[in-house]
């Protein structure tokens, strides 16, 4: 009788305890499907993971950024992997300003995304820019 794929305990263990990750995508990290890896969690006595969507949002930096930009509240719920309620308990646990009922996102969050990637490769490039001159007045 086959005994499926040896997987050390120290990796479940690792898994199963990060709580920043899904049941999902904890199984999917160490090659298990979802069933799998909570029976090995439960023969290592490993405690119940919370069940249900996560809360808490993690990157309060980034999500401040989201909200102040005008993101969608239930694409942030998407993007984070939480409820639009922890979305808006997040906006009132930071202070961030509330939204009015009924209001139309300012931004999606495509837009976003691709305004901080540009952000990101202009301070780069900038960067690169700047180490070019450094070398040009070196080699002068």
Not at 1 to 6: C, L
Not at 7 to 29: K, Y
């Amino acid at each position: 009788m086959p005994t499926g794929k040896q997987i050390p305990a120290a990796a479940i263990r690792r898994v199963w305890l990060d709580e920043r990750l899904t049941t999902a995508q904890a199984a999917a990290e160490v090659g298990l499907t979802r069933a799998n890896l909570w029976r090995r969690a439960m023969a290592l006595d490993l405690p119940p993971r919370k069940n249900g969507r996560r809360f808490e949002i993690m990157d309060t930096e980034r999500f401040t950024r989201m909200w102040n930009a005008g993101v969608h509240g239930p694409a942030m719920a998407e993007q984070f992997g939480v409820t639009y309620s922890a979305v808006r308990a997040t906006a009132r646990r930071l202070g961030l300003p509330p939204r009015p009922l009924g209001s139309r996102p300012k931004v999606t969050l495509y837009d976003f995304l691709q305004m901080e990637l540009a952000e990101r490769m202009s301070a780069s490039a900038a960067g690169v820019n700047a180490r070019l001159r450094e070398m040009q007045k070196e080699a002068a």
